[in-house]
Structures are given as structure tokens and as C-alpha cells.
Antibody, heavy 121, light 106 residues
């Protein structure tokens, strides 16, 4: 069965960076994209970016363009999301999720359990 | 940038039909997906490509898309359907989420 195991909760100070990992299992990692979506407490889902598991192409939301990096390690079937210059507004639950690709007819069919990132001085 | 608009909340009595709308410019030209998120849980896919149900999703969940509006319909709503529902579409290879609708079953 498709499963994602995300790294544990993080507490960071303003200005720091955080790297969240997402280990996939139960499917061929290189045949799908990994999406990163965050959700601040009580707020909506917010898309951050995706990476193609096969060719490592990425696409980022303009909102995070200058401080996000998404990478993947195919040997470990793991994707990573690195977010820099953190502020308190980055306090959120960060989800990884899977989609077949990044086309108009794609959809996100499996989600990880989320990683809580808290930014506090 | 492309936007999807949902009503913040809807309410329905158990056994009745709930309809949650999602509006966007010429949304009919895009495929819409719907996700259910219960309190403290990760989202799950309930409808994709406007009308299709993933395996394991009850038949009471259905979707449609016409003009500028996609609709998620829950027939014979049950108390377990109380959740936040998000619509989603793609625009220039970016993922767009609606603001979410909190469905109360009471």
C-alpha cells in the first residue's frame, strides 16, 4: 500500500531554515510526482511546490519561489522540502503527497501524515 | 493568478443532500478534484477529474462541473461526513486549492 513517512516535528527560530523529509513506499517512486502542501493552524491548504520523482523537475509557488528548494533521492525513495528565512507565519503542518504528474488531469491521491514546524523565538 | 472560491461553511441535516460549490473562471475547462479533511487528519481524495470516485469512497459522494462552478454533492449525508472540503484544480502546472468549506451535519 502507498505510504509516506515524514520526519518529526521541528522547532526553529526566526531566520533559520528547516528541511522536512518524506519517505515513500508501496509504489514506484520515479513514476510519480511529490507535492508539498502546508496548512497553518485553523487555515486552508496551501500548495508550495512539486518535484517529478523521475527527472527531478520542480515547480514552486510564486509565494515561496525565493526560499524553497525541493529535492529527491531516488535510491531512498525520499523527497525533501527545504524552507529558509523562516518567520512565525511559517508555523504550520507540512504535508507531502503524491500525484501522477503535474498536468490538468492529475490529482493528489495519497497524503503523508504531516510534519509540524513551529517557528518561535 | 487563478483562484477557486468556496463558501466558508455549509450545514445539512443527517440523511439530506449536501452541495458544496467551487467557483473559478471557466472552471469547466479544468478538471476539479475534491478532498475531505476531518479534524486532526490528513486530507483524502473523494472526487477526481470532476466526477470520478476513488476506490473506497462511498457512492453518496458525487461531483459535477459546469460553466464556472464545480459541485461536490453528498447524498444521504451522514454524521461521519462532517469535515472540511477543499476543491483543487491545476493552472499552468501549479496546484490551486479553494479556501475550503466546513460542512456541519446537524
Amino acid at each position: 500500500q502507498v505510504q509516506f513517512v515524514q520526519s518529526g516535528a521541528e522547532v526553529k527560530k526566526p531566520g533559520a531554515s528547516v528541511k522536512v523529509s518524506c519517505k515513500a513506499s508501496g509504489y514506484t517512486f520515479t513514476s510519480y510526482a511529490i507535492q508539498w502542501v502546508r496548512q497553518a493552524p485553523g487555515q486552508r491548504l496551501e500548495w508550495m511546490g512539486w518535484i517529478n520523482g523521475g527527472n527531478s523537475n520542480t515547480k514552486y509557488s510564486q509565494r515561496f519561489q525565493d526560499r524553497i528548494t525541493i529535492t529527491r533521492d531516488t535510491a531512498a525513495s525520499t523527497a525533501y522540502m527545504d524552507l529558509s528565512s523562516l518567520t512565525s507565519e511559517d508555523t504550520a503542518l507540512y504535508y507531502c503527497a503524491r500525484s501522477r504528474g503535474a498536468s490538468y488531469n492529475d490529482y493528489i491521491d495519497y497524503w503523508g501524515q504531516g510534519t509540524l514546524v513551529t517557528v518561535s523565538s | 493568478s487563478y483562484e477557486l472560491t468556496q463558501p466558508p461553511s455549509e450545514s445539512v441535516s443527517p440523511g439530506q443532500t449536501a452541495s458544496i460549490t467551487c467557483s473559478g473562471d471557466r472552471l469547466v475547462n479544468k478538471y476539479t478534484s475534491w478532498y475531505q479533511q476531518k479534524a486532526g487528519q490528513s486530507p483524502i481524495l473523494v472526487i477526481y477529474q470532476d466526477t470520478k470516485r476513488p476506490s473506497g469512497i462511498p457512492e453518496r459522494f458525487s461531483g459535477s462541473n459546469s460553466g464556472n462552478t464545480a459541485t461536490l454533492t453528498i447524498s444521504g449525508t451522514q454524521t461521519i461526513d462532517e469535515a472540511d472540503y477543499y476543491c483543487q484544480a491545476w493552472d499552468s502546472s501549479t496546484v490551486i486549492f479553494g479556501g475550503g468549506t466546513k460542512l456541519a451535519v446537524l
